[in-house]
């Protein structure tokens, strides 16, 4: 069965540093992808990225970045030079190619980062 | 501005009670999902639907049930069945694509007394 362990339940950070949030991941499918979703106070989740387990190059989006690892089996996020914005709960998640679209999503538990101005 | 939108977004109900929470997207999506997300826990899937008149029960789905008579719209049901209903309930809708990322609605916070 799939399933996704962040390990860090809460994280806070002073403004202007830079902090990581661990997900790691677990299936037998050789065929998977990987998502990680914002929370803001506000309550939605937003999407922020996907990768497929056959792409393991870094992502880097502005101050986002994201370090996919198969040998680890962890799809790790850094936030660079963090912001106050940037405080919300993040979650880590799954979806094996044996699923038709992705209503089969296993979601981690979740990060809560705060930042600190 | 095209979303989701749920309602009530706080809901509070007796026991024994079922109560209807409604879910509206104009995304023109066809697939639509409904969350349940509780401390501590992440987020569970309840009930999902590809296409209209059709829907599927997810990992959690006894004690709730859905419709699907219209695209935009998935209303989901939580009976009195559900031995623990207070929750926090979001709503979401896919192209449908292939592993397709998913856009939320700001939830509904539901609490029995």
């Known amino acids: 069965a799939q399933k996704v362990t962040q390990a860090q339940t809460e994280i806070s950070v002073v403004e202007k540093e830079d902090v990581t949030l661990d997900c790691v991941y677990e299936?037998?499918?050789?065929?998977?992808?990987l998502f990680w979703y914002k929370q803001p106070p506000s309550g939605e989740l937003v999407f922020l990225i996907r990768r497929n387990s056959f792409d393991e190059q870094n992502e880097i989006s502005g101050r986002y970045s994201w370090n996919f690892q198969k040998s680890t089996s962890s799809f790790n996020f850094t936030i660079t030079a963090s912001q106050v914005v940037d405080s919300a709960v993040y979650f880590c998640?799954?979806?094996?190619?044996?699923?038709?679209?992705?209503?089969?999503?296993?979601f981690g538990t979740g990060t809560r980062l705060t930042i600190i101005p | 501005d095209g979303g989701i939108t749920q309602s009530p977004k706080y809901l509070f109900r007796k026991e024994g009670q079922n109560v209807t929470l409604s879910c509206e997207q104009n995304?023109?999506?066809?697939?639509m999902y409904w969350y349940r997300q509780d401390p501590g826990q992440g987020l569970r899937l309840i009930y999902y639907s590809q296409i209209v008149n059709d829907f599927q029960k997810g990992d959690i789905a006894e004690g709730y049930s859905v419709s699907r008579e219209k695209k935009e719209s998935f209303p989901l049901t939580v009976t009195s069945a559900q031995k623990n209903p207070t929750a926090f309930y979001l709503c979401a809708s896919s192209m449908g694509l292939e592993h397709g990322e998913l856009f939320f609605g700001e939830g509904s916070r539901l609490t029995v007394l």
């Open positions: 998640a799954l979806s094996e190619s044996a699923n038709f679209g992705n209503e089969k999503l296993t």
């Open positions: 299936t037998r499918d050789t065929t998977y992808y």
């Open positions: 995304l023109n999506h066809d697939a």
